[in-house]
T-cell receptor, first 114, second 115 residues
Framework: KAGVTQTPRYLIKTRGQQVTLSCSPISGHRSVSWYQQTPGQGLQFLFEYFSETQRNKGNFPGRFSGRQFSNSRSEMNVSTLELGDSALYLC?????????????FGSGTRLTVV | AQSVTQPDIHITVSEGASLELRCNYSYGATPYLFWYVQSPGQGLQLLLKYFSGDTLVQGIKGFEAEFKRSQSSFNLRKPSVHWSDAAEYFCAVGARGSTLGRLYFGRGTQLTVWP
C-alpha cells in the first residue's frame, strides 16, 4: 500500500510569506504528527492530529498551525516566515493515538526561506 | 523531563566490521523505544522497536538492539556492516500507556562506512 505522501518535496519562500505543507497518511491511519528537523535543533515535535482534532502540541510559536481533514489528510501552515524556519518538515502517520502503534514517516518537505 | 542522548555524533567503520550505536534515555518510566534510520534527503525508516518482553529485539536489515533497564540504554548493533548502511541513525522514545503519540528523538549518529 502507498506510504505517507508529503507535498511538495521542495519549497523556496521569502521571509514574511506564508506556506502550507500537505501530508497524506497511509490509508486507514487516523493519526498524523508533524516534526521539524534542523541541523541545529534536530528533530522537534510540532503537533499531532487525530480525528480532525489537535491532540498534542510542541513548543513552537503560534505562527505554526495545522489541521486535519475528515479523510485524515493533514496540512501545516507557517505564517510570517523567518529564516530560521528553513528545515525539513516530516509528517508521520499512525493507526491510532499512542506511540505503541508505531509511526511511518514521509520523505519530508524541504523548506528554504530566503 | 524526557530526553534521549546519542553520545556519538559520527562513527566510521570498515565494511564487514561490527557496529554498535549508543542510546541513553531519561524518562519517568520505561518508555517505548525505537531506532530509525535516515538516508540523505529522505524521511525516517523504522529499524526496530521495543515495547515489552524480550530485551533483545530484532529489526530489519540485520540490526538488533538490546534494552538495558539498569543502564537506561537501548544500543543498536549489527554484526557486519554493509556500505549501504551509511546513513544517520536516530534513537527515539515514546510515552508508555499514553494516548499522546509524541516521540522524543536523540540528535542522531552519522555512520560512515569505509569500503
Amino acid at each position: 500500500k502507498a506510504g505517507v505522501t508529503q507535498t511538495p518535496r521542495y519549497l523556496i519562500k521569502t521571509r514574511g510569506q506564508q506556506v502550507t505543507l500537505s501530508c497524506s497518511p497511509i490509508s486507514g491511519h487516523r493519526s498524523v504528527s508533524w516534526y521539524q528537523q534542523t541541523p541545529g535543533q534536530g528533530l522537534q515535535f510540532l503537533f499531532e492530529y487525530f480525528s480532525e482534532t489537535q491532540r498534542n502540541k510542541g513548543n513552537f510559536p503560534g505562527r505554526f498551525s495545522g489541521r486535519q481533514f475528515s479523510n485524515s489528510r493533514s496540512e501545516m501552515n507557517v505564517s510570517t516566515l523567518e529564516l530560521g524556519d528553513s528545515a525539513l518538515y516530516l509528517c508521520a502517520s499512525s493507526w491510532a493515538l499512542g506511540s505503541n502503534y508505531g509511526y511511518t514517516f514521509g520523505s519530508g518537505t524541504r523548506l528554504t526561506v530566503v | 523531563a524526557q530526553s534521549v542522548t546519542q553520545p556519538d555524533i559520527h562513527i566510521t567503520v570498515s565494511e564487514g566490521a561490527s557496529l554498535e550505536l549508543r542510546c541513553n534515555y531519561s524518562y519517568g518510566a520505561t518508555p517505548y523505544l525505537f531506532w530509525y534510520v535516515q538516508s540523505p534527503g529522505q524521511g525516517l525508516q523504522l529499524l526496530l522497536k521495543y515495547f515489552s518482553g524480550d530485551t533483545l529485539v530484532q529489526g530489519i536489515k540485520g540490526f538488533e538492539a538490546e534494552f538495558k533497564r539498569s543502564q537506561s540504554s537501548f544500543n543498536l548493533r549489527k554484526p557486519s556492516v554493509h556500505w549501504s548502511d551509511a546513513a544517520e541513525y536516530f534513537c527515539a522514545v515514546g510515552a508508555r500507556g499514553s494516548t499522546l503519540g509524541r516521540l522524543y528523538f536523540g540528535r542522531g549518529t552519522q555512520l560512515t562506512v569505509w569500503p
